[in-house]
């Protein structure tokens, strides 16, 4: 079992940056792959990253590539989601999720783990 545990949302003006942190807890961390995902209200969930359990590879969506990077620190068990340049579109509930799965799994099915959600609003 992992517990996950997001921290650091809130609102932000269009343009503005926001760095979220996702805390883990129980079975071995760094034997996860993690992603970011998130959901817009009356919308889906979606995908926004994933990194590899070693941090050596990272996969973006690319409604955020060249704004978002994850990154991870297994010695603290700790996921990180630094957002800069956001938009009013970046508004949702971002959730961090660990997956099992080799590589970077980037479907929501593909993760055994969730964290129960921060919300990031972002202002016009």
């Known amino acids: 079992q992992v517990q996950l545990v997001e921290s650091g949302g809130g609102l932000v003006q269009s343009g503005g940056s926001l760095r979220l942190s996702c805390a883990a807890s129980g079975r071995t961390f760094s034997n996860y792959a993690m992603g970011w995902f998130r959901q817009a209200p009356g919308k889906e969930r979606e995908f926004v990253t994933a990194?590899?359990?070693?941090?050596?590879?990272?996969y973006y969506a690319a409604s955020v590539k060249g704004r978002f990077t994850i990154s991870r620190d297994n010695a603290k068990n700790t996921l990180y989601l630094q957002m800069n340049s956001l938009k009013p579109e970046d508004t949702a509930v971002y959730s961090c999720?660990?997956?099992?799965?080799?590589?970077?799994?980037?479907?929501?099915?593909?993760?055994?783990?969730w964290g129960q959600g921060a919300q990031v609003t972002i202002s016009s």
């Open positions: 999720a660990a997956s099992r799965w080799g590589g970077l799994p980037i479907r929501a099915p593909q993760y055994e783990y």
């Open positions: 990194i590899a359990w070693s941090s050596n590879s990272t």
